[in-house]
């Protein structure tokens, strides 16, 4: 019973920081392109969020009459619990479950990001909704690989494989000075994992119509973007973890948060990429240098045990 009181009440502080994430992005946007962003409901719009949901849960639910709906409908209520399913990783409270193989059931749960993206497309019965969704599926599996092969190389270091461990290990040292390069990597995979800029092609308005999401309305679109905005926080979380380590304090929860805002900035400045050019850079650049690490960090680690 305490551990679902624990987990309901992380739930809510997650949702709560989704909602005041997307407050943040509008006014970081806003303020990027020299304009206020939302400063109209509430103080300095701090209650847009809420004003945002109520209006979005109470519009109209419209779908297409040749839409597969079943699939269509139940597609954002799956993507929006596998993001929140993954908090039940985090480990910021002793009384949640102790995942001995935690990893890898972060890289299993992302990799199940996919499906949703593809019924969703799919399922709209709609050639601009089917174009955006495989091109996400592409560019979420194509990045998936990057994102599995830096954390072996993590696995092969810390010969650990629960998130509490890898905290544990960085006590005293900050991994991100040993895997500088591969945080670069890691940070370009995850924006691309996201589908945020500059490589949000699953969503190009100008060429795509909003991509998989665009037959949807009301609490549906609602709920894809929260699962998205979810999953930055989420990705930041498991940054701070592998990257910075430390104990579970305020330090460690500023780090997500210059991560977010990293993230957010770079959506104000950052122009879209090619997507030719996105699915080359993850087969011919960064797969081969994150493979080269991976045999890299294995060679040290074997020549450490032969020398200690």
Partial sequence: ???????????ICVLVSVAFLTLLERKVLGYIQIRKGPNKVGLVGFLQPFSDAIKL???????????????YFFSPVFMFFMSLFLWV??????????????????????????????????????????????RAVAQTISYEVSLALIVLSFIVIVEELSLDDFLEFQDSFYMIFFFYLLSIVWIISCLAEMNRTPFDFAEG?????????????AGGFALLFLGEYSMIILMSTVMVILFLGGNVNLLFFLKVGVLVSLVLWLRGTMPRYRYDKLMSLAWKSILPFTLHCLFMYMGLKVLFKVIL
């Fill in 57 to 71: 849960f109470t519009k109209e639910q419209t779908w297409s009459m040749v839409s597969n709906y079943s699939l």
């Fill in 205 to 217: 308005e100008s060429e795509l119509v909003s991509g998989f999401n665009v037959e949807y309305s």
């Fill in 1 to 11: 019973m305490l551990l679902l009181i624990y987990y309901i009440l992380l739930l």
């Fill in 89 to 134: 990783l985090m480990p910021f409270v002793s009384g949640f479950f102790d995942f001995e193989f935690g990893i890898f059931f972060f890289l299993c749960v992302i990799s199940l990001g996919v499906y949703p993206l593809m019924i969703a497309g799919w399922s709209s019965n709609s050639k601009y909704a089917l174009l955006g969704g495989l």
